[in-house]
């Protein structure tokens, strides 16, 4: 299997919700568990790429290896080739993984399906994408949605992604999860291109990928992870959790 780098990027200063990698669910750091669930995948080596001292010495209690990162990068891509650079021996791994840090409870067989695209000829890019069964995320602005062609094999290409209901009129849309797998050199060529019109008018940095010819692979799995992203998010989990323990 081809050597692989997951990256987990976190940061404490989260405007929509503070603080969020130490939240605590179940008892533990959110962040502790979405880098259990990594580990637990045995698709690679896990980091998390931290600019945070306060979370930093949490890592470092919990044996958790991380890396320090500028605080000022421009966003979680950014951090994860920051994080990428200071891996000793970096040049082993063929294929780096970015695991966003707000989903507690991923299911981490979804990495294996996601690092299986690594093995298409020419690979660049891949994320996956889940069938939306819930009628009202169709119109959720904060829910995107993705364009995509037949590739082979169950695997399938975007063509575009949107905050709006595309492609219009269908029968099945899909949702897009937003963990990503590139080649180092893909990686290296994203960062260092300008922010697209595309990307820019629906604040979807993927946009900035295909206006600049770099193909996204994508496979489909069963649901999307459960996102903590505001206050509200957090709230409805836990009140969630609660009801179960009753």
């Excluded at 929509?16 to 880098?35: D, F, N, Q, T, Y």
């Excluded at 890396?67 to 082993?92: E, F, Q």
Aim: hydrophobic share 35%.
């Amino acid at each position: 299997m081809i050597k692989t780098l997951i990256i987990i990027p976190a940061r404490m200063g989260s405007k929509r919700l503070p603080g969020k990698p130490l939240v605590k669910i179940r008892g533990k750091p959110m962040i502790e568990r979405v880098w259990r669930n990594a580990i637990n995948s045995k698709v690679g080596d896990v980091y998390v790429a931290c600019c945070d001292k306060e979370l930093e010495a949490v890592l470092i209690k919990k044996n958790i290896k991380c890396i320090y990162t500028p605080k000022n990068l421009k966003s979680g891509t950014d951090r994860v080739y920051d994080a990428y650079l200071k891996v000793k021996k970096k040049g082993k791994y063929k294929l780096i993984i970015n695991l966003q840090g707000d989903l507690p409870y991923f299911n981490y067989h979804y990495l294996k399906k996601l690092q299986t695209l690594s093995k298409i000829k020419n690979f660049q890019m891949g994320t996956l994408v889940c069938p939306i069964l819930n009628q009202n995320k169709v119109t959720d602005k904060n829910k995107v949605k993705v364009v995509m062609s037949d590739y082979k094999n169950k695997i399938f290409k975007a063509i575009y992604f949107s905050r709006l209901p595309i492609p219009f009129g269908s029968s099945k849309y899909y949702e897009h999860i937003g963990i990503y797998a590139y080649t180092p050199k893909t990686l290296k060529n994203f960062i260092s291109l300008r922010q697209s019109k595309l990307e820019k008018s629906e604040s979807l940095e993927q946009l900035r990928a295909i206006e600049n010819g770099i193909d996204i692979f994508i496979k489909s799995v069963a649901k999307a992870p459960v996102s903590i992203d505001t206050k509200n998010d957090l709230k409805k989990l836990l009140e969630t959790e609660n009801r179960e323990k009753i």
